[in-house]
Nanobody, 113 residues
Framework: QVRLVESGGGLVQPGGSLKLSCVAS????????MGWYRQSGQFREVVAVI??????DYADSVKGRFTVSRDDAEKTVYLQMNSLKPEDTAVYYC????????WGQGTQVTVSS
């Protein structure tokens, strides 16, 4: 069964950190470009992507603050988020890049004092 399960979100103060995890099942994870996306309101935007070889790219809004990584043995992609800002508040999702799988439930990140 093809499935994505995100976790690690929560409430954090501005300047704080969180690490998100996403476990994939039902796909050959190691050969897939993977990405983290977020949705606040109507639109979903890509935040970070990582290739099977570990090449990464980030949205300008998170460069220098977020780090994406992957563990192919665990079929897991991570997003380390530092120096969080209120505008990072969103539901975060993972998927292939570009998205091809059904979306998981996401994990809520709220940055507020």
């Amino acid at each position: 069964q093809v499935r994505l399960v995100e976790s690690g979100g929560g409430l954090v103060q501005p300047g704080g950190s969180l690490k998100l995890s996403c476990v994939a099942s039902g796909i050959t994870f190691s050969i897939r470009d993977m990405g983290w996306y977020r949705q606040s309101g109507q639109f979903r935007e890509v935040v970070a992507v990582i290739s099977p070889g570990g090449r990464v790219d980030y949205a300008d809004s998170v460069k220098g603050r977020f780090t994406v990584s992957r563990d192919d043995a665990e079929k897991t992609v991570y997003l380390q988020m530092n120096s969080l800002k209120p505008e990072d508040t969103a539901v975060y999702y993972c998927n292939q890049n570009p998205p091809q799988m059904s979306w998981g439930q996401g994990t809520q990140v709220t940055v507020s004092s």
